[in-house]
């Protein structure tokens, strides 16, 4: 059983920097994906980010590439998504997600994540 643990969301103004962190406790494999989701009100949750196990692959959405950066520190069980110049339509409920897989790639697919924390807002003011 693996439980990922999110925790750095909060408010922050629209231009401003927010850092994520998912620590995934209990029992680990060397060999897992992670990814960030997230789920505004009244919207289906979506993709944000992922990054495979061996770090060389990461996958990023549309609207978030250039201003998102996910990275893990596999010692630490962690994975981080630094959020810069953020925008009130990244408000949110950000998830983090566990895959077990020895595919390289990331899946965008929240359907094919094992294990899932239970979020952290992520709030962006005008």
């Known amino acids: 059983q693996v439980q990922p643990v999110e925790s750095g969301g909060g408010l922050v103004q629209a231009g401003g920097s927010l850092r994520l962190s998912c620590a995934a406790s209990?029992?680990?494999?060397?060999?897992?994906?992670m990814g960030w989701f997230r789920q505004a009100p009244g919207k289906e949750r979506e993709f944000v980010a992922g990054i495979s196990w061996t770090d060389s692959n990461t996958n990023y959405e549309d609207s978030v590439k250039g201003r998102f950066t996910i990275s893990r520190d596999n010692a630490k069980n962690t994975v981080y998504l630094q959020m810069n110049n953020l925008k009130p339509e990244d408000t949110a409920v950000y998830y983090c997600?566990?895959?077990?897989?020895?595919?390289?790639?990331?899946?965008?697919?929240?359907?094919?994540?094992?294990?899932w924390g239970q979020g952290t807002q992520v709030t962006v003011s005008s």
């Open positions: 997600a566990v895959r077990f897989t020895f595919s390289g790639a990331v899946s965008v697919v929240a359907g094919q994540y094992n294990y």
């Open positions: 209990g029992r680990t494999f060397s060999r897992y994906s």
